[in-house]
């Protein structure tokens, strides 16, 4: 009987480091004990304790869940380890469409097809529409999507 809650504690132990460290190898291993207990209890003690060991597991592993998922991350001790604020700061600045479309820039970097280009004093990630446009060619910005401006060379634009 003691090796069968050796593993039960084992893995409550397990469970419960879990919490603290990255990852959910540490649970993995303590439901492990747990079934390794349960396993025991069959081949020792017969059917009875393996069933009884069955649904000591089962409210062990129920237990825990309700802990990690619903208590925990209200508790006092989530709280300390919670961000409370953030710098409301963005990657790149916003790209007002008016002020860029129609603009030429220059290639900093081969777009090829994607690349970096200046306007003015600002850089911003651009996709050459043509596939291929050298560092230090000019562009003409023609739209832009989400995150980057589109352009073609400037020789290549056309009128129509």
């Known amino acids: 009987m003691s090796l069968v809650l050796l593993f039960f504690a084992v893995g409550i132990l397990l469970v419960g480091v879990d919490v603290f460290v990255p990852g959910s190898l540490l649970g993995v291993l303590g439901g492990m004990a747990w079934v390794a207990g349960v396993a025991v209890a069959f081949s020792r003690f017969g059917v009875n304790a393996g069933a009884y060991a069955s649904g000591v597991a089962l409210v062990l592993g129920g237990v825990a869940l ?37 603009q030429r820039a220059v290639a900093i970097t081969p777009l090829a097809p994607t690349g970096v280009v200046a306007l003015g004093d600002r850089r911003y990630e651009a996709f050459a529409r043509s596939g291929h446009v050298a560092a230090g060619a000019a562009v003409d910005i023609i739209d832009l999507d989400n995150f980057r401006l589109i352009v073609v060379q400037s020789s290549t634009i056309s009128t129509t």
């Open 66 to 102: 309700y802990l990690e998922l619903e208590w925990l991350p209200k508790s006092r001790l989530a709280r300390k380890f919670s961000w409370k604020s953030w710098s409301g700061g963005q990657s790149q600045p916003a790209i007002a469409a008016r002020t860029v479309v129609g």
